[in-house]
T-cell receptor, first 115, second 115 residues
Framework: KAGVTQTPRYLIKTRGQQVTLSCSPI?????VSWYQQTPGQGLQFLFE???????NKGNFPGRFSGRQFSNSRSEMNVSTLELGDSALYLC??????????????FGPGTRLTVL | KQEVTQIPAALSVPEGENLVLNCSFT??????LQWFRQDPGKGLTSLLL?????REQTSGRLNASLDKSSGRSTLYIAASQPGDSATYLC??????????????FGGGTRVLVKP
């Protein structure tokens, strides 16, 4: 069974640009979550999508948005990039059937560098 | 607000020694707690998931315990090997429907196993 895949793996952008990152969950998984990882703040939750609906959102500005498609694939978009958006963006998927036993599986991440 | 702490931030041991990694959390209302491993620049690999009703979980050389009432979990790695060198992160999932699949992470413990 293929794992969680994220594309692209690396991205370099300049301030003010926008970027779209993609995540394909494990087959059969309905929940996709996004996290930002930086050396200073660690891993922070961005948002979660379940059955094409945003189920939960972290404490990030409106420049960060996402969506989920009917095949559970998800994209996140960051508009008007700032230097502080440089980070490793991780996507996680889960079956979302049982809360207590629901393991989350992470992709390899997209390394975004904003110049 | 849930806070997750991992102390120490870094640990160095000689090969063969047992590793003991600590994780503490402030809100005991959790669905589960997961331990992850992260190699430099890579995504997260799920190691163990302990449900809130469980006291411990084992997989090979790994054993994780959970004391929900005191807000603590410990990951034991027996007979450490240089290949165990990585950053280990714990994450808790809150026991609240509104929280969905959101995980709150600790800052991680960076482990170096010296040959």
């Amino acid at each position: 069974k293929a794992g969680v895949t994220q594309t692209p793996r690396y991205l370099i952008k300049t301030r003010g640009q926008q970027v779209t990152l993609s995540c394909s969950p494990i087959s059969g998984h309905r929940s996709v979550s996004w996290y930002q990882q930086t050396p200073g703040q660690g891993l922070q939750f961005l948002f979660e999508y379940f059955s094409e609906t945003q189920r939960n959102k972290g404490n990030f500005p409106g420049r960060f948005s996402g969506r989920q498609f009917s095949n559970s694939r998800s994209e996140m978009n960051v508009s008007t990039l700032e230097l502080g958006d440089s980070a490793l963006y991780l996507c996680a998927s889960s079956l979302a059937v049982s809360g207590a036993t629901d393991t989350q599986y992470f992709g390899p991440g997209t390394r975004l560098t904003v110049l | 607000k849930q806070e997750v702490t991992q102390i120490p931030a870094a640990l160095s041991v000689p090969e063969g020694e047992n590793l003991v990694l600590n994780c503490s959390f402030t809100d005991s209302a959790i669905y589960n707690l997961q331990w992850f491993r992260q190699d430099p620049g890579k995504g997260l690999t799920s190691l163990l998931l302990i449900q809130s009703s469980q006291r411990e979980q084992t997989s090979g050389r790994l054993n994780a315990s959970l004391d929900k009432s005191s807000g603590r979990s410990t990951l034991y790695i027996a007979a450490s090997q240089p290949g165990d060198s990585a950053t280990y992160l714990c994450a808790v999932r809150p026991h609240a429907l509104a929280a969905g699949n959101k995980l709150t992470f600790g800052g991680g413990t960076r482990v170096l196993v010296k040959p």
